[in-house]
């Protein structure tokens, strides 16, 4: 196992002592409070279908966020509320999304797993974003040069063809095409070993795919880690950049089929405690802001009328 | 002209004056030009637009329709329709559903071109008609090609619909000629549904038949006229479905296409007429298909399972006089 950045930068004293900034401090707990708020409408039977709440995840489309510009495309997935929140800060229009409360952003048609909005888009079927961002970016590389598409999937994800497929169009074609794996160890209720042979890195390696992978939860670190990668990117060069992460939660309400001892083993990789030992006067402020706002939002969508 | 030619100066002409226009497929370029050469000369004159793929018909697809929200064109070439099902997913799970999924129109211009048909002895996986099974999805179209409208007209249609459509290409009409009926008959009206009749005669029937299956028809309403006295008009959509289609005065309806039987296109339109036209209809509309079973190989045990003109003779001789 390896340690994480931000684990081993604290053991040698070398934690960088601005920390996150309030921004992003603010934009992790705010995605937290709206995935535990989420969880709670469910709990008090307020919400209808399903959801996949990215407790655990946060960091990853947070660290990237300064990574992308407005001129590229995301591609979500099942799992996409932190996706979305980092990209657009609207968890107004997703909740009322989720809710089909009117500000939905899509108009309640598409809910939790199908979001679009400007360059934004996700879509519940695993593995099919990728050959349409293999799309997107053959548009890109000749309409907008410099322009990327950042596709989040999780391990579990690579079960599918199509997401060999289009590696190989990447690779063959030169696309500026961003795959962020999410790897949490498990899919639904299958742990990454019992469904994967092999890995992400060597799988990444059989197309000639640049490919990097990181447990750290530290922004600052993850963001040092990919930039150069990532700029890459632009040029046309692909890049599988894998997060080992945790779901803390379940995979969509009340379905964790893990044991104690692992939960407890996602929880204690969780970046919400350290982040909070590392400044817990500014982050005991800050959660409380993103909790109360999160509060308010949820006020407010509850009582609007129906999309 | 024949069809194979109208197709591939339809599809120069696309890429002429729409710049956005991409063409993906196996082994669509230049000298090849695809399987069926319906794609010849496209590579070489807009190289950077005509893209060769590999054997992913999944990802094609949904380069497609990626291509298409970034606000291209696409065009897809399935080598054969039946690898259509290993885009399925693709096709009606996101280039469709994007359409109105997101709560307000995703324009999606994109066409998959599908050669489908029997006839040629290519044997169960290369010789299905396999419309039926995209009938019903909401925002996806399906068109025919057909002898009798010029292909240009139809992907300039397809592309205006801003959604995706299917075209299947019966592999039979390549060789064929455009626009040729063998006179008595003539045909009275192109374009969106063409018309093939015996000029100021009143039909006693109205064979409703996709393009690809036209020829077969005209040989039936052939002998049917000459040897029975049993005079029919066919009417050819150039769009499947959503199914429009005008009936002229009678009250006699057959549907002919080369799919097998169960669940079929022509089960769609009879549902369309008998909604409309039940009381003017003297009897339910008549489905005319290949038959329950794969499509065999050898000549003989083909012609025994596909729709032919002798069954659709047969068919039309004995609804009419029973
Ligand atoms: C094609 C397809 N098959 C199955 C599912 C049902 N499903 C939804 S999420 C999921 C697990 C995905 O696992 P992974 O890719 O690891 O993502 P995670 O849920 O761990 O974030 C499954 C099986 C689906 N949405 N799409
Ligand atoms: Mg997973």
Redesign the interface.
Known sequence: MSVSIWERSHASGQVSAVGPSDDDLTQLLTIRAFERKLLDLFERGMLNGTTHTCLGQEYVPVALEPLLRPADHVFSNHRGHGHYLARHRDPEGLLAEIMGRRG???????GSQ???RDRY?S?G?QG?S???????????K??EPGALACVYIGDGTFGE??VY??L??AA??QLPLLVVVENNGIAQSTPTARNMAGTIAGRAAAFGIAHLRTDSVDLDAIRTLLAPAVAAVRQGRPLVAEFATHRLGPHSKGDDTRGAEEIAAAHAADWYPRYAAADPERFARLDAAARARIDAVAADVTGREPA | MRVAENLNAALHGLMEHDPTVHLLGEDVADPYGGAFKITRGLSTRFPERVLTTPISENAITGVAAGLALAGDGAVVEMMFGDFAALAFDQLVNFAAKSVSMYGSRVPMRMVLRCPVGGGRGYGPTHSQSLQKHFVGVPGLALYETSPFRDNAEVFAEMLQRAEPCVLFEDKVLYTRAMYEVEPPFALRAQGAVAEVSLPGERPDCVVVAGGGVAHRVLAAMRTLLVEEDVLCTLLVPSRLYPVELELPEVDRVFVVEEGTAGGTWGAEVAHVLHTRHWSRLSGPVTLIHSADSVIPTAAHLERDVLVGAEAVHRTILETLRA
């Open positions: 939905a952003v899509c108009g309640g048609v598409g199908h979001i679009r888009l879509t079927v099919e990728l050959p349409v961002a293999c799309g997107v970016t053959l548009h890109l000749r309409a063809g199509g497929e289009a190989n169009l063959l074609w």
